[in-house]
Antibody, heavy 122, light 107 residues
Framework: QVQLQESGPGLVKPSETLSLSCSVS????????WSWIRQPPGKGLEWIGY???????NYNSSLKSRVAMSVDTSKDQFSLKLTSVTAADTAVYYC????????????????WGQGTLVTVSS | SSELTQDPAVSVALGQTVTITCQGE??????ATWFQQKPGRAPILVIY???IRPSGVPDRFSDSRSGNTASLTISGAQAEDEADYYC??????????FGGGTKLTVL
């Protein structure tokens, strides 16, 4: 059973860069989308983006100018960078594994990390 | 449009059937996926692509799709089903999108 674990600072200063990593164990990274999702306190889930195992990316259009993702399949991990953070970026950040069906009309996130709270504050 | 719309809250009597809906234009092209989230916990996948349930998810959970609407049905709701439920799909640009979530209360 694949397991994912987020890691990174729990506190980031405004205008700085949020950096998180997600370690993958118990399964291959090949043929999956590796995703980041966040959830502000008391609010719903927000899709941040994904990186395919090949390195291809797709980002939320509202965050696209500030987001960068990378993947290192040799180390079984992928990463998120979010620049110029503000208090509005305070959230629990989740990494997740995304799969898809051969017809291309269905996508799902079948394994999630436990989440890590990142607070933006001076 | 890349939005998915869910009712904010739904309630059901213990043992009764409840349906949670998700509306959005992208659902005409893509199947919805449904997640359950309990307080302080990560979401878990409960159903996707024509009633596929991961191991451990009870068969009282089922889904359906019609036009721009996807539905999650819980037949015989149990106290442990009380949670937030989110639908998820993709938009025409292949970007992921979540519904706003539905808080299910089991009375």
């Amino acid at each position: 059973q694949v397991q994912l674990q987020e890691s990174g600072p729990g506190l980031v200063k405004p205008s700085e860069t949020l950096s998180l990593s997600c370690s993958v164990s118990g399964g291959s990274m090949t043929n999956y989308f590796w995703s980041w999702i966040r959830q502000p306190p008391g609010k719903g889930l927000e899709w941040i983006g994904y990186i395919f195992y090949t390195g291809a990316t797709n980002y939320n259009s509202s965050l696209k100018s500030r987001v960068a993702m990378s993947v290192d399949t040799s180390k079984d991990q992928f990463s998120l960078k979010l620049t110029s953070v503000t208090a509005a970026d305070t959230a629990v950040y989740y990494c997740a594994r995304g799969a898809f069906c051969s017809g291309g009309d269905c996508y799902w996130l079948d394994s999630w990390g436990q989440g890590t709270l990142v607070t933006v504050s001076s | 449009s890349s939005e998915l719309t869910q009712d904010p809250a739904v309630s059901v009597a213990l043992g009764q059937t409840v349906t949670i809906t998700c509306q959005g234009e992208s659902l005409r092209s893509y199947h919805a996926t449904w997640f359950q989230q309990k307080p302080g916990r990560a979401p878990i996948l409960v159903i996707y692509y024509n009633n596929i349930r991961p191991s451990g998810v009870p068969d009282r959970f089922s889904d359906s799709r019609s036009g721009n609407t996807a539905s999650l049905t819980i037949s015989g709701a149990q106290a442990e089903d009380e949670a937030d439920y989110y639908c998820y799909s993709r938009d025409s640009s292949q970007r992921g999108v979540f519904g706003g979530g539905t808080k299910l209360t089991v009375l």
